[in-house]
Nanobody, 120 residues
Framework: EVQVVESGGGSVESGGSLKLSCTAS????????MGWFRQIPGLEREKVAS???????SYVNDVEGRFTVSRDNAGTTLSLQMNDLKPEDTAVYYC??????????????WGQGTQVTVSV
């Protein structure tokens, strides 16, 4: 059974830090393509950061330099270290994973989401 399980999140004041983790299983060959997305109510879901099957990392512009994404050696656990958090980072954060042969996170497997709230 495919599983994508997130942990972390919570509430923090502006300028604070949080770390999210996500573990995926039974998707297929590793390393998994994995990424973090976020959604603010009323807005479309956006990709925050991702790692592809080759280990190439990408970030959305407004988190680069503040967020760091990493994947473990097994290629199944993804972390997102979020520093210098801002109120506009407040959202539900979702982890997505896919096998390395298709690497299509949008059509991949998704976690249940975890709330991140940053207060002024």
């Amino acid at each position: 059974e495919v599983q994508v399980v997130e942990s972390g999140g919570g509430s923090v004041e502006s300028g604070g830090s949080l770390k999210l983790s996500c573990t995926a299983s039974d998707i297929g060959d590793t390393p998994y393509c994995m990424g973090w997305f976020r959604q603010i109510p009323g807005l479309e879901r956006e990709k925050v950061a991702s790692i592809d099957e080759r280990g190439i990392i990408s970030y959305v512009n407004d988190v680069e330099g503040r967020f760091t994404v990493s994947r473990d050696n097994a290629g199944t656990t993804l972390s997102l270290q979020m520093n210098d958090l801002k109120p506009e980072d407040t959202a539900v954060y979702y982890c997505a994973a896919d096998n390395p042969w298709s690497c299509d996170l949008g059509d991949g497997y998704w976690g249940q989401g975890t709330q991140v709230t940053v207060s002024v």
